[in-house]
């Protein structure tokens, strides 16, 4: 399977689905256990995920475009669900890949930049990159130019994927990010899966958590 970095698009292979902006997996697909970190030195596993829908993407703080960029538009897109007439709960995982630099106090300032509703994680290296493959992710540090220590940067696959509250891995999203149509993509994915993911939730009353529904 070849890489797509951040400038060329997604490594996923699957073949995309009409009217999404990049493709839905026609079963969603479980993640496995992972451990991560936020800023602020609170552990989160995949047990955090559940109780609102999240937008996945991977990146680091010193990325001077692909990351910024891609984080405003995600702000954009929530605004845009805020705003229809189902208030989808939701909010934005940025995973460092770059642990080495990215100290906690970093991923804090940078979750900040966004508003509310971001949280920076990241793990060890190898952590971040177990988490990574889930997603069919790819990175790897690329030269920057200059011969200054610690002056690299990285190539990385180009998506946001969105996750389900129930810890399931719903779609994936190519960049540049089309900011209505992922808003649409995501009240429609929520508005069928909601009986499943959010059996307590009725009508649009759905603006702070959404549970799962129990084994």
């Known amino acids: 399977m070849g890489v797509a970095f951040a400038r060329t698009g997604s490594a996923h292979e699957l073949p995309p689905a009409p009217n999404v902006s990049g493709f839905e997996l026609p079963q969603p697909k479980p993640l496995q256990p992972f451990a991560l970190r936020t ?6 596993t995949d ?3 559940r109780g609102q829908w999240s937008f996945v993407f991977f ?4 990325c001077p475009d692909v990351c910024p960029t ?5 702000r954009n897109v929530r605004d845009r669900v805020a705003a229809g007439t189902d208030a989808v709960p939701n909010r934005v995982l940025f995973v460092s890949i770059d642990p080495a630099r990215d100290t906690p106090a970093k991923l804090v300032d940078y979750a900040s ?4 509703g971001v ?3 990241t793990a060890s290296d190898a952590g ?3 988490f990574a493959d889930q997603f069919r992710v790819k990175y790897e540090k690329s030269a920057s130019g200059r011969a200054s220590p610690g002056s690299y940067q990285f190539d990385h696959t180009a998506s946001v994927s969105l996750v389900g509250p129930d810890a399931r891995l719903y779609a994936v999203f190519t960049l540049p990010l089309r900011t209505s149509q992922v808003a649409a993509d995501v009240q429609r994915i929520h508005a069928r899966h909601r009986a499943t993911v959010c059996p307590r939730v009725q ?6 958590s959404c549970s799962q529904r129990a084994a």
């Open 119 to 121: 949280t920076a994680l």
């Open 39 to 44: 800023g602020n030195g609170a552990a989160f």
């Open 203 to 208: 009508g649009t009353d759905d603006n702070r």
């Open 113 to 116: 930049r966004f508003g509310p």
């Open 59 to 62: 990146g680091f703080t010193s």
């Open 70 to 74: 891609t984080m405003l538009e995600l």
């Open 47 to 49: 047990r955090d995920l």
């Open 128 to 130: 971040v990159r177990a």
